[in-house]
């Protein structure tokens, strides 16, 4: 829930550099896949390897997603993982424990979870004296 | 959570936020001044919290019920106005129904729709935004629009709407997240 430091570290959308790319002809920033290959391995930093303008194709990627039931990392194909957002009946279900989530179970499982966070935190409650009359 | 509660009055915006949404959250859960009428532990909590602390296997039909219950029991102890968010509970569910991804707190599927929408139509070729006096112009009217929204009485519920020209501004602005803040 509370999710502190990623604008605190005062990170803005590189508007100037992407511009620059884009006025340059430039398809990829190498400095920046290098450093999305260093810490995300299993995806390629481009959905297209080469300019969709000059005729580079879209290659869509499978889903890592964590189970808010086990905490283990598991992918899920984009069809089955989109059909759970899409439709009522799809479901998708995580390797290791074998829970079944759609995008219903899983965005109530991860209110709850947050609600739970909240009430398991040990620093920051209140005292509430005065919102009682 | 945080972005699900609007009406937070956020001039310190990571620490009064994080207060005011304590204060909430505390309330929607304990309902500090709720009579006890049920045997404890039950009876300390509110509806809401029970419901998250048993159920292992969530859904939005029994968080929304759950809702309905906490509400009852807010008015009861004379919390409900005091909350002073509008209503919180439909908050929470528009931040989460649906999301898959808990970080996000908006539908970023609809939401990238809606923006390429927005930028074909802005980057047409007959649109002429591009030449540097329009940009100006762009630039003089967002800024007059934010103090019209701001001027605007709170009592009239009818949202301002930008023009193509205020909004190609206002979402550049916001990429410059830090300075938009402030």
Request: proline share 5%; charged share 20%; net charge negative.
């Amino acid at each position: 829930m509370n999710r502190l430091g990623l604008w605190a570290t005062g990170v803005a959308f590189p508007l100037e550099r992407l511009y620059s790319l884009i006025a340059n002809d430039i398809w990829s920033d190498a400095a920046s896949e290098q450093a999305w290959m260093g810490d995300s391995k299993s995806a390629p930093y481009q959905l297209w390897y080469t300019d969709p303008a000059a005729g580079g194709e879209l290659q869509l990627q499978d889903i890592a997603l964590t189970c808010p039931w086990c905490d283990h990392v598991d992918h899920f194909p984009l069809t089955d993982f989109t059909a759970t957002h899409t439709t009522k009946s799809a479901s998708c279900q995580c390797g290791n424990c074998r829970q079944n989530f759609n995008a219903d179970t899983l965005s109530a499982r991860s209110f709850r979870d947050d609600l739970l966070e909240f009430i398991q935190a040990q620093n920051g409650w209140l005292t509430l004296n005065y919102f009682i009359h | 959570m945080k972005g699900a509660v609007p009406g937070i009055y956020d001039p310190d915006p990571e620490e009064t936020a994080r207060v005011d949404l304590q204060v909430i959250l505390q309330t929607i859960l304990e309902a500090p001044g709720l009579k006890v009428t049920q045997p404890k532990p039950q009876g300390r909590y509110t509806h809401l919290r029970v419901y998250a602390d048993k159920a292992q296997h969530p859904t939005w039909t029994d968080i929304t019920q759950s809702f309905e219950e906490t509400t009852a029991e807010l008015r009861v102890a004379r919390l409900l106005r005091m909350l002073s968010c509008g209503n919180l509970f439909n908050s929470f569910q528009i931040a989460y129904l649906g999301i898959l991804w808990k970080d996000l707190s908006i539908d970023l599927v609809a939401a990238s729709l809606r923006q390429r929408e927005f930028a074909s139509k802005i980057t047409g070729e007959n649109c002429g935004i591009d030449a540097p006096s329009a940009l100006l112009s762009a630039t003089t009217r967002y800024h007059n629009f934010l103090l019209l929204m701001k001027r605007k009485p709170k009592e009239n519920k009818v949202s301002l709407v930008p023009t193509l020209d205020i909004d190609l501004c206002w979402h550049t602005h916001q990429l410059d997240a830090v300075s938009y803040r402030q």
